[in-house]
């Protein structure tokens, strides 16, 4: 089964300012989708309202099979948070544990894991390229590693969607552009959704099929002549980095 | 030896041992979701409590739990209301305990009893207290071993762990009472004002070590067993208060947890 999402009528505001007003949003079963704009342009409040952090004060979200059933997200959604590289790097734990805690909602408290479980750590840990990381502590691995780790325990849910906020954030360049190669290897392989949020127009332009900006309390759909527009303003302003001008 | 002969210093050993197993165990989970000083603000508001049970006549133990459980609803309370600001509830809170301790406290018929609560009165145990402590210490580490891989994934991340299944308002609904209750408990035996020493240094000691999360557990749970035992066996010998006692070798230990690991270069 492959997850899309739909957005109609969206409103979100905080108390002194509107994110996102009189909007529709949607993802079609099995995309790459990847949403830009400026910073406290409401990317992040997009994905909360998605994986349903924050309720939309008006409108509705609704998760779709490919039929056009709705589902329910839990089970079939997994989210990958921004900065975890950062906020996380002390953390007491192995990557294996961190995989292995993906099944923690599924698994009854008085059951061991089970060594197919730990096939399946292995195995992702391999797909992730971590495969001797497995025992070893997230506070010794580097910002990417455990970038890649927690990837990996989203994929642990087999979900049909994964949400990533700013998943590339703390990486360089060229660690920014394997973590990419890895999402579309997974969503061509596996049909997985990713909607992935980034300020890298170049990222965007190269491996996803849409691209969403938000502003102005709006989102709006990118066509590739905008998107190379974009990319050409950024390189004879190479100090700015995010979005500008219509977009 | 010759402190197994006193019946005082057997029943301190067994509510010492009660109070390490839980203390660490919820101070592990307090540590990292970054809220160590609400262990110090429930161990004011302790206090408070055991005025009030000083003053009614009641169990102080019993006034210090209810006291604890209403102290972190308000917390959360305050939390939600104060979304920007969440950390101040924690001063809001110890700010109140302390106040109402100080001012109830004038109150009791015996001050000697409440001062004991400061610093603990682990080897002054009387027997309704002591079978209480015993009670909450066992539904706490059974609560905590049905919780241990939930509050895990909560720790972790709970956006995650609720899209993934595990039930995070349950989760955290237990972890705040099961803090409250360790706190209560703690706060009798080890001192109110020593508490959260105990619920973070063990931790703070294991995590320099452990190779795993499940690691940092037991070592955590083995510190905090050390540094209580062998804080009650100096009280004994040299005639000092144990919570003290207790503090002084966690923070010992820890230092030098930092010297060796940080010559080994380990920067955690």
């Known amino acids: ?247 | 030896m010759e402190l197994f002969n006193y019946e005082f210093m057997r029943r301190a050993l067994i509510v010492g041992t009660t109070v390490a197993l839980v203390v660490p165990a919820i101070g592990q989970v307090l540590v990292l979701k970054r809220m160590s000083m609400v262990s110090d603000a429930l161990s004011h508001v302790s206090l408070a409590g055991v005025a009030l049970g000083l003053v009614v006549g009641i169990n102080p133990v019993l006034t210090a739990i209810l006291a604890c459980l209403l102290a972190v609803f308000g917390m959360e309370k305050l939390r939600k209301v104060l979304p920007e600001y969440g950390e101040t509830a924690i001063a809001v809170v110890l700010s109140l305990g302390i106040g109402l301790a100080a001012i109830l406290s004038d109150f009791t018929q015996s001050v000697t009893n409440f001062n004991s609560f400061l610093f603990g009165s682990i080897v002054a145990i009387p027997d309704d207290e002591f079978r209480l402590i015993l009670i909450v210490g066992a539904l706490v580490l059974s609560l905590y071993l049905i919780f241990y891989r939930a509050l895990f994934s909560v720790t972790l991340d709970e956006t995650f762990s609720r899209l993934a299944g595990v039930n995070v308002k349950l989760t955290n609904l237990v972890f705040m009472v099961l803090t409250a209750l360790t706190v209560s408990i703690a706060a009798k035996t080890v001192g109110a004002l020593i508490v959260s020493s105990l619920a973070t240094l063990p931790v703070l000691s294991g995590m320099r070590i452990a190779k795993s999360y499940r690691q940092t557990t037991f070592v955590a749970i083995a510190l905090g067993l050390l540094f209580t035992l062998s804080g009650l066996v100096m009280s004994f010998y040299f005639g000092i208060k144990p919570g003290g006692a207790i503090v002084l070798i966690g923070v010992a230990t820890y230092l030098i947890l930092i010297a060796v690991t940080y010559r080994k270069g380990e920067a955690r």
């Open chain 1, 1 to 247: 089964m492959k997850l899309g999402v739909k957005g109609k009528n969206l409103r979100f505001c905080y108390q002194n300012r509107c994110i996102i007003e009189d909007t529709d949003f949607h993802v079609d079963p099995g995309e790459f989708c990847v949403i830009v704009g400026a910073n406290g342009s409401g990317k992040s409040t997009l994905l909360n309202l998605l994986c349903g952090v924050s309720l939309p004060q008006a409108g509705q979200i609704d998760w779709v099979d490919e039929t056009g059933k709705t589902m329910d997200p839990k089970g079939h959604v997994a989210y990958v948070r921004q900065n975890i590289a950062t906020t996380h790097a002390g953390f007491p734990a192995t990557a294996s544990e961190i995989l292995l805690s993906a099944l923690n909602g599924k698994t009854k408290w008085y059951r061991g894991y089970t060594s197919a479980n730990r096939n399946k750590v292995n195995a992702i840990l391999n797909q992730v390229g971590l495969s001797e990381m497995g025992h070893t502590r997230i506070s010794d691995l580097s910002g990417g590693q455990i970038q890649r780790v927690f990837l990996g325990q989203a994929l642990m849910c087999d979900p049909e969607t994964i949400l990533l906020d700013e998943p590339t954030s703390s990486l360089d360049p060229a660690f920014s552009r394997k973590f990419f190669e890895l999402l579309k290897k997974i969503n061509q392989e596996r049909g997985t959704t990713i909607i992935a949020i980034t300020h890298d127009m170049a990222l965007a332009r190269e491996f996803a099929d849409t691209v969403y900006c938000l502003e102005d309390t709006s989102i709006v759909q990118l066509e590739k002549s905008q998107i190379e527009e974009e990319l050409r303003h950024k390189h004879s302003h190479p100090h700015k980095e995010e979005t500008h001008g219509t977009l």
